[in-house]
């Protein structure tokens, strides 16, 4: 009966983590979409406006600017995914090996300082941040760069989306504060299936919803990584209060972002080669916690 419970576990387990990733994509592309269409086919919302309506050139750039966030949403979550952070293929050990070194019993391997285990990729991972349970992988020293850029232009893609659809929020309480407006606003889905709202009001509700909503996540998310970044810190290494490893603001900005850290981030195409090899660190600080 165990193993069986565990077998059914193990299924329900694999089938749920692609999840948050596929919810992910599908909102994304969502509101990336019905940012498009408010741009090509409503632009400006409210009919007293219409007359201030957006010429072609105001329009290409608005699409040109959704399309350029999108194109690097998707492409640094692709190399995010394609760029392992882990210990496969990595050659440990020669003269390097020293003080912060430890032995992983898992891997049954020695471990550089700043490297550990992921219980979930199930494999040591070299200067690990965090798992990330969106993308199913693990945030480390190859593939920082790309995760780094990624919360930015998912940022700022939910900021101007959010921009965009705060006239929606203006249509819709413009006929005043009413509960009808407000619970459109607050719980889009009750309304739809008690049938008190169409379904294009719905879903452009829901959208904006999910716009103010996501924005605000992603911006604590990406703030908080910012500042990590800036510190030359891990997650693991700021609950700790240590921060031996940081090198200055823009020795910093190097290691997490590499050589081209001014430039890189406008594109994942561009290289960016990391200084060090994600096993030895200039220790600059005291290795023990000061808490
Ligand atoms: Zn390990
Ligand atoms: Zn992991």
């Known amino acids: 009966m165990t193993s069986f419970a565990s077998q059914v576990f193990a299924r ?27 741009v090509l086919l409503e632009a400006p919302l409210d009919a007293d406006q219409k007359k201030t309506v957006w ?11 959704q399309y350029f966030m999108l194109g ?15 210990i496969k293929g990595v050659f440990l050990g020669g003269e390097g090996m020293g003080q912060g070194w430890r032995y992983c019993y898992t891997c049954e391997t020695h471990t550089p300082p700043r ?7 199930n494999v040591c991972v070299l200067r690990r941040d965090h798992h990330c ?17 990624c919360l930015l232009f998912m940022w700022s893609g939910l900021l101007y989306a959010t921009l965009m659809n705060a006239e929606v929020f203006l249509v819709i309480l413009k006929e005043g504060v009413t509960v009808h407006s407000v619970l459109l606003l607050l719980i889009p889905w009750l309304m739809l299936v008690s049938g008190q709202v ?3 009001a719905f879903a452009f509700a829901f959208i904006a919803d999910t716009c103010v909503v996501g924005f605000l996540l992603v911006s604590a998310f990406f703030f908080f990584h910012l500042v990590l970044m800036l510190r030359g810190q891990t997650t693991r ?12 603001l823009r020795g910093n900005l190097r290691h997490a972002l590499g050589l081209r850290w ?3 981030w406008l594109c994942p195409l561009i290289p960016s080669p990391l200084p060090g090899d994600g096993m030895n660190f200039e220790v600059t600080g005291p290795l023990e916690s000061t808490r």
């Not at 490297?115 to 990729?121: G, I, L, P, Q, R």
């Not at 993308?135 to 780094?148: A, S």
């Open 12 to 38: 329900v387990d694999r089938f749920c983590r692609p999840l948050p990733m596929v919810l992910n994509t599908v909102l994304v592309f969502s509101i990336t979409g019905e940012v498009s269409y408010l």
């Open 55 to 65: 010429s072609a050139w105001w329009k290409a750039a608005h699409l040109l600017a």
């Open 72 to 86: 690097n949403i998707c492409w640094n979550a692709l190399l995010f995914l394609w760029t392992s952070p882990s």
């Open 115 to 121: 490297c550990s285990h992921c219980y979930d990729c």
């Open 133 to 149: 349970v969106f993308f199913g992988q693990c945030v480390g020293f190859r593939n920082y760069r790309y995760f780094l850029s």
């Open 198 to 200: 169409s379904a294009r």
């Open 237 to 248: 290494e700021w609950y700790s209060t240590r921060r031996p490893y940081s090198l200055g």
């Open 262 to 264: 001014y430039l890189c």
